[in-house]
């Protein structure tokens, strides 16, 4: 049973950061993308930013230049730093991670980002 467990949501003013993480625990090998959605309320999950096991990043044009996605591999732990944050990255975030061996999409629980103006 894999699990992704994500911390590091909370309030913040416009203009702060936070930093996200996502660890993978249970029984698993590795995996491939890792990567970050959220959701407004009323709005359809949208994707944030990705990372390959390689390093290889994307993000949407939205967060571009504010935002930051890392990944320890060796603990199997995906970041996203958020700076500059506004009002409309209020959202649940979400982290998912596609096992290599099963290629599975696996999904956290989800994290409350909250940004105040």
């Known amino acids: 049973q894999v699990q992704l467990v994500e911390s590091g949501g909370g309030l913040v003013q416009a203009g702060g950061s936070l930093r996200l993480s996502c660890a993978a625990t249970?029984?698993?090998?590795?995996?491939?993308?890792m990567g970050w959605y959220r959701q407004a309320p009323g709005k359809q999950r949208e994707f944030i930013a990705a990372i390959t096991s390689g390093g290889s990043t994307n993000y949407a044009d939205s967060v571009k230049g504010r935002f930051t996605i890392s990944r320890d591999n060796a603990k199997n732990t995906v970041y996203l730093q958020m700076n500059s944050l506004k009002p409309e990255d209020t959202a649940v975030y979400y982290c998912n991670a596609r096992g290599i061996a099963t290629n599975y999409l696996y999904w956290g629980q989800g994290t409350q980002v909250t940004v105040s103006s």
């Open positions: 249970g029984r698993f090998s590795s995996f491939n993308t």
